[in-house]
Structure formats: C-alpha cells, structure tokens
C-alpha cells in the first residue's frame, strides 16, 4: 500500500521536462555528442525555497492543463541516468509563464524523488531507477513544504 501511494504520489509530481532535441543551439563534433549524453538535470543547481514555493503556486495549473489538452510529461532514462520527455506544446506552456522548462523539470523531478527518500527511505533508490540525485538542501525544504506539494500534486480539477 505505502509504495502504491508513492508511486502515484511520484508519478503525479514527476510530469516533467526532457531536453527536446532542437532546444539548445547547434553543436558539432565533441560538443554535440557530449550534449546528446546530457540529462535534464546535467549542471543544475539546488533549486531554493523560492523555487519551490513558485513551482507548489504552478503544479496545480501546470498539471491541469496536461490533464485537459492530452499533453505528455513524464519520467525517463537516458541510459542509465535519470531525465524527462516533456511535449512541445508543454514546453511553450511553461515558457510563456515565465518558467524555463528545464528548471521546472528539476524542481519537479528532485521534489518528486525527495518525497519518495523520505517517507520510503534510501533503499527506494533501487526501487525508482528514473529517480535523480536530491541534495541535502533541497530534502530539507521538501520536508519543510511537504504538506503544500502533496497538496499541489493532487490539485486538479475533476471532471463531472
């Protein structure tokens, strides 16, 4: 019951973002290969607490759009290591309120993958292989908000 509840807890937070082919500038020779290997979360900083209050304030929204227009975002390996697929048109959506889309992928996937570390424990690691690495700092705040992003990860709105 309790990895049932994660896992949908997970899944419902985890809507995230993938770097799109397309989405940075062209590279050659080494740089491109080494950009291909890249994940989502390659030289990105702990995210903040006012990060994460603005990503608690868009989840709901963010979600229910997906729900309403058949967007996709979610988690996925590249390789072996933790990333996000997120659809163009959910790419656009984030960037017109002001969002870039691959920093909301890792607020939303290291909130998500903190959330699973602390009411699982270290041994989910083995269980979530899409989970991505969370910093001290950033499993602090999510402890401190996590109340608000449960509650901002279910907040959408039922059909009738």
């Known amino acids: 019951m309790r990895r049932t509840y994660l896992s949908t807890a997970l899944l419902c937070l985890v809507l995230s973002v993938c770097w799109m082919p397309?989405?940075?500038?062209?590279?050659?020779?080494?740089?491109?290969?080494?950009?291909k290997s890249e994940t989502v979360y390659a030289g990105q900083s702990a995210f903040?607490?006012?990060?994460?209050?603005?990503?608690?304030?868009?989840?709901?929204?963010?979600?229910s759009w997906l729900h309403t227009s058949g967007e996709q975002a979610h988690?996925?390996?590249?390789?072996?290591?933790?990333?996000?697929?997120?659809?163009?048109?959910?790419?656009?959506?984030?960037e017109m309120r002001s969002w870039d889309p691959q920093r909301f992928c890792v607020i939303m996937g290291r909130s998500a993958a903190a959330l699973v570390l602390e009411t699982e424990?270290?041994?989910s690691k083995k269980l979530y292989k899409d989970m991505p690495a969370v910093s001290e700092s950033e499993r602090a705040l999510v402890l401190k908000h996590m109340g608000e992003l449960?509650?901002?990860g279910n907040d959408i709105p039922q059909k009738k």
């Open 22 to 35: 397309g989405s940075a500038p062209a590279a050659s020779g080494q740089a491109a290969a080494q950009a």
């Open 121 to 123: 424990g270290p041994e």
């Open 150 to 152: 449960l509650k901002a």
């Open 75 to 94: 988690p996925t390996m590249k390789g072996t290591k933790a990333d996000f697929y997120l659809s163009p048109a959910a790419r656009s959506w984030l």
């Open 48 to 63: 903040t607490e006012d990060e994460l209050l603005r990503f608690i304030k868009d989840l709901p929204s963010f979600r």
